[in-house]
């Protein structure tokens, strides 16, 4: 092949592959896809992105063909017999100013609609909308409510992580803040990102559009488990909210069963250095109803971590690396009361990670504990838990519903 | 000098003993051998040491780039643990960022400035060596850490409070801010170096607006380089503080805003990018007119577009920064003054394809990286005017589809233009040239695997694929773009194979042509009918550069002694090019004498680097040699010994001698040369 055959040959076919590539982009399986918005704010983004995309392509395309023409069409050939050089020319003032202008104007057009779509995505939400505070911290994200459940006037707490339960339709006023270092919270079908600044507080508006799942995970480098600091946001019709958050405030109920009992006696002396339970009462007095008293959290850096009230109501842990309840269609069908279904804990429960998690966390998600726990951990020890000790835990938290 | 008269003049019949320096003497000139390069202030000589020194770091972050595609290959990888893949791809960016693409630069830019504006040398040729000499210790410095317990993890902006002892608790991070502010100081001297030349040592008759694109183009990086450094220095000093002597400029329990990094690191990274691009930028602009046969077109929109890109790439900085909350009133701002930073961009890109519209096209290698420059910069281009939309953005930053821009435009283009450059210039500098055929098949596998590794990840952002994970699932769509990406790296890493086979087997067949070992090589000096003055003189380029400083009447000086136009304005030969070449034969030449100096004074400062991070008595050590060298480079005579144009050798006292040429180099002293020299200096 001659070079200039060569070289429009390949420039074709990088343009045909640029293009398959794009089009088969939009592939089916991929829950983070930024080219399929579902709430109202993802899908105003993408109206403005969108035409700004197929410009770039076809100013892109019209270079390409431009320099594969130019290529061909004055390429020195080796029968030519005319002047040894071309016309020399030094430039074109007009075409020169044009190609400076045009360009601006093209931009400027691109650049109204953008400062007002900055300004309309940045406006206070509506005065209906649910405010949740989210918190980020090395390796997992914290969701807290505080809004009136159960219509008694005071302001009740909710405290929970990794699923963030929200209700359809309506807008979710994030506050997005972190415990430790910069982290970034995105969930592409609903929003845009917004970094998690220590010391700061970002909002951000989603809504969810459906009673669906919308996956997300942390996009701003956090150190050695950014990777594994996923997101779920749960959309659920609102009667099913209200019903999750009452279930939410449920007091503590203490468990029965000798293998649930003993892991309740186990998680108080083994756990709660760190992890809460609200409204825990103290297993070493069970039937006086007095509170357990919680020592305040020290080792770690942060000074949270998950707290693991109505664990079972969740469908991850460690962070989200991990599904609590197995992702398959018939689990997810479940929903969030997964557990508090007959055959729920029995078929979706993903017991042996939860086990292997207990056993030795550090080995399952890369973290900083230290040796043993210390104020410079960042992350869950190995406690070296007996497999009795286990077993039990797990019966404990299965109780959590 | 003048005989000295009164309580100091030497008793009647006493010789003067001429031994300049003493203690302090400088090495000779005529030095050969490594020893010639360790103490070299040739500009020549170090722009050498500069490519070959980014071609080993290249081979490093290359590696290191390597590693991360296996490592991503497939979902759940588990070649590299989370610890390793941060530390890996932080040293990826890192070295390729300030150890190949911007020493690449300077290689060209110290190699060629000179030459291209008739000089003999830069105007501080130690500080140029010590420009050198500190890089590589700070490459040096910052690729210990391999060694003393990992690399630098926080990614190579390194954001506050992630890089703070707390949550990176090892000493990587140390070593990225040693061995940036190493090579941040590199620069910094280089930059006043180059201005400084560019602006007092051109040629009688090289107005501004005659010297070269890339002359321009180099220029504005220096001028980039000398605000954007101080700004990345102050912001290490500030971490140096936090992280070695407990100081809590970053610490948010202390009242600090982590932004304060942010800000301080982008307003230096975001002219740090121009920096990259627009020595490379200035290399295909030598090189399109040379193989369009015409000139480059529009050379004042070229030369303003640059000054334009370098003085508006001051205003965007915080398009880093959309999704890190600084409010929209700052986030809209910034949107809109990046959009328009694409103008004179695009203006450039479109003179380039005028340049090679009308034109009598060659295809050779250098020809071919130049295409390939202006077509895979257009992409990158293209995907950061979509950035620009700072909504759209909020999706795309974090994830592969920034990944893509950057490496289409750092790869596709600065990479690109700098290999092509490399297949221009190498019979200039080395007397030999590359394989042509070998060149171009060079090429096509270069952009089909670059291609190949970068274009998918445009479609992995798209689809949610964040940056800077060590692992992704299975089931985001994300499997088979990864594998294809990694495919690409590794036909990348052949290309360069093959690029290094090239110069090897190039060489090779030169010497064998030149009659074997001991021959030296040598080309003609014009073998591509260039343009401008470094291919009047002999290649490869003598040790003097010009026997006589050219004057200068027009841009493109050279080719228009070589070609006039006739009446009906068409191109005619009035010269031979043998006529027209210098013969590179004068020997009276002064040059600046080499000196061991700079190489002692940057010595210590990794030294000292290393001392600030363990033990204070290295600093101490280190500090011995800086102060040696300083000491020593103020007290060396101005010469070295074999040189024959000392103060004290064969004087005139005409005073006329004193009125040396402008153009000539600043140490040469006066009145030494015979006047019939004189004369012939300037031409």
């Not at chain 2, 003049?9 to 010639?36: H, I, M, N, Y």
């Not at chain 2, 090589?521 to 009047?536: F, G, I, K, N, V």
């Not at chain 2, 000491?631 to 060396?636: F, N, Q, R, T």
Request: charged letters at 15%; aromatic letters at 14%; proline letters at 6%.
């Amino acid at each position: 092949m001659t070079g200039r055959a060569r070289l429009t040959f390949a420039k074709a076919s990088a343009l045909a592959v640029g293009l398959a590539l794009f089009a088969v982009g939009c592939a089916s399986n991929a829950p983070q896809d930024t080219l399929k918005p579902a709430g109202p704010q993802a899908k105003q983004i993408d109206t403005l992105a969108m035409p700004v995309f197929y410009i770039a392509i076809f100013v892109g395309i019209a270079v390409m063909v431009m320099t594969v023409l130019v290529a061909r069409k004055f390429r020195k050939r080796k029968d030519d017999t005319g002047d040894e050089f071309p016309a020399q020319v030094h430039g074109n003032f007009k075409a020169e100013i044009a190609w400076t202008i045009a360009p601006a104007v093209l931009l400027a057009c691109v650049a109204v609609p953008t400062v007002f779509t900055v300004f309309d995505l940045a406006k206070k939400p509506a005065a209906d909308a649910l405010t949740v505070e989210v918190y980020g911290q090395q390796w997992w994200w914290e969701y807290r409510y505080n809004f009136d459940v159960d219509g008694d006037g005071k302001v009740d707490q909710i405290i929970t992580a990794n699923d963030l339960v929200v209700p359809t339709n309506r807008p979710i006023a994030l506050r997005i803040m972190s415990r430790d270092v910069i982290h970034s919270w995105w969930a592409p079908a609903l929003n845009g990102k917004k970094d998690a600044v220590p010391g700061r507080v970002h909002p951000l508006t989603i809504e969810a559009p459906e009673a669906k799942e919308y996956i997300g995970q942390c996009t701003e480098f956090c150190g050695l488990s950014h990777a594994e600091m996923r997101i779920k946001v749960v959309g659920m019709e609102p009667a099913d909210f209200q019903a999750w958050a009452e279930k939410q405030i449920v007091p503590f109920q203490a468990p029965t069963g000798e293998s649930a009992v003993a892991g309740w006696s186990t998680f108080a002396s083994q756990c709660t250095s760190c992890h809460r339970i609200t409204g825990m009462t103290d297993p070493s007095d069970p039937d006086s109803g007095k509170l357990f008293e919680y020592p305040p959290v020290v080792n770690q850096v942060s000074g949270e971590v998950p707290n693991l009230t109505k664990l079972m109501t969740r469908t991850t842990f460690a962070g989200a690396k991990f599904d609590l309840r197995l992702d398959t269609p018939e689990c997810k069908a479940l929903g969030e009361n997964w557990a508090s279904e007959p055959e729920g804990i029995k078929t979706c429960f993903n017991r042996e990670q939860f086990e292997a998690w207990l056993r030795n966390a550090p080995a399952e998600k890369a973290m900083h504990p230290g040796e043993a726990p210390s104020p410079e951990s960042r992350g869950m020890n190995n406690f070296n838990l007996t497999e009795d000790q286990i077993d039990d835990l797990v019966a404990f938290f299965i109780t959590l519903q | 000098m003048t005989a000295i008269d009164g309580p100091l003049a030497l008793g009647a019949g006493d010789e003067v003993k001429t031994r300049p320096g003493g203690v302090f003497a400088r090495p000779s000139s005529s030095t050969t051998g490594w020893r010639s390069w360790v103490t070299t202030v040739d500009h020549k000589k170090i722009g050498i040491m500069y490519g070959a020194a980014a071609l080993f770091f290249f081979l490093i972050g290359g590696i290191e780039a390597l590693l991360i595609r296996l490592q991503l290959a497939t979902p759940n990888g588990k070649l590299l643990s989370a610890d390793l893949y941060n530390q890996v791809y932080t040293m990826h960016g890192t070295t390729m960022i300030f150890l190949v693409v911007m020493p690449i630069g300077a290689a060209f830019m110290n190699y060629l400035m000179p030459l291209q504006i008739g000089a003999r040398d830069v105007a501080f040729p130690r500080m140029n060596a010590l420009s050198f000499w500190v890089f590589l210790f700070g490459g040096v410095v910052l690729n210990s850490s391999w060694l003393l317990g990992g690399g630098a993890d926080g990614g190579w902006f390194n954001y506050a409070p992630n890089n703070g002892v707390i949550f990176s608790p090892s000493h990587g991070i140390d070593f990225w801010n040693m061995g940036l502010l190493l090579t941040g100081i590199s620069s910094l001297v280089g930059a006043v170096n180059l201005i400084t030349t560019v602006l007092n040592m051109r040629a009688p008759g090289m107005t501004l607006m005659k010297m070269p694109v890339f002359t321009w183009m180099s220029l504005v990086t220096q001028f980039l380089l000398l605000f954007a450094i101080p700004v990345l220095t102050a912001a290490q000093f500030l971490l140096m503080f936090d992280r070695l002597f407990g100081a809590q400029f970053f610490n948010v329990e202390q009242g600090a805003d982590p932004l304060l990094w942010e800000h301080l690191f982008w307003i230096f990274g975001h002219p740090e990018v121009y920096i990259m691009i627009l020595p490379a930028f200035g290399v295909i602009s030598e090189i399109i007119p040379v193989f369009a046969r015409k000139p480059i077109f529009g050379y004042p929109f070229m030369v303003f577009s640059g000054i334009a890109i370098g003085f508006m790439g001051w205003g965007v900085w915080a398009h880093h920064m959309f999704a890190s909350g600084v409010g929209p009133i700052s986030v809209a701002a910034f949107s809109v003054s990046t959009m328009f930073i694409a103008v004179p961009t695009g203006v450039k890109i479109l003179n380039w394809l005028a340049t090679m519209w009308g034109g009598k096209l060659t295809f050779s290698a250098p020809m071919m990286y130049s295409i390939g420059l202006v077509t895979m910069f257009t992409i990158g281009g293209l995907s950061g005017v979509t950035h620009a939309v700072a909504p759209a953005d909020t999706q795309q930053t974090d994830t592969y589809y920034i990944v893509a821009h950057f490496h289409y435009v750092l790869f596709g283009g600065a990479l690109f233009g700098f290999v092509g450059g490399w297949y221009f210039w190498w019979p200039k500098v080395f007397g030999y040239a590359l394989g042509e055929r070998t060149g171009k098949i060079n090429f096509w596998i270069l952009l089909i695997g670059f291609n190949l590794t970068f274009g998918p990840m445009h479609i992995l952002g798209l689809q949610g694929m964040p940056r800077r994970t060590y692992t992704y699932r299975d089931g985001y769509g994300f499997n088979l773009w990864n594998f294809v990406s990694t495919v690409g790296a590794f036909t990348i890493a052949v290309s360069f194979l093959i690029f290094f086979w090239n110069i090897y087997a190039s060489y090779r067949k030169a010497k064998k042509a030149a009659g074997g070992k001991g021959k030296k090589l040598t080309m003609p000096a014009d073998p591509w009918d260039a343009r401008s003055l470094e291919w009047m003189i002999p290649s490869p380029t003598p040790v003097h550069n010009f026997d006589v400083t050219p004057t200068v009447q027009s841009l493109d000086e050279f080719w228009h002694r070589k070609y006039g136009e006739d009446e009906a304005g068409r191109l005619v030969r009035i010269a031979a090019t043998e006529d027209v070449v210098q013969k590179g034969d004068a020997t009276d030449v002064h040059l600046p004498s080499p000196s061991y100096y700079p190489i002692v004074l940057a010595f210590g400062l990794p030294w000292i680097t290393w001392g600030l991070i363990y033990n204070l008595w290295f600093c101490a050590f280190g500090a011995v040699f800086v102060l040696a060298g300083i000491y020593g480079w103020i007290m060396e005579p101005s010469t070295d010994p074999s040189d024959g144009h000392s103060h004290e050798d064969d004087h005139d006292d005409d005073p006329s001698g004193d009125e040396a040429s402008a153009a000539d180099d600043a140490d040469e002293p006066s009145g030494d040369a015979a006047p019939t020299e004189e004369a012939a200096l300037v031409d």
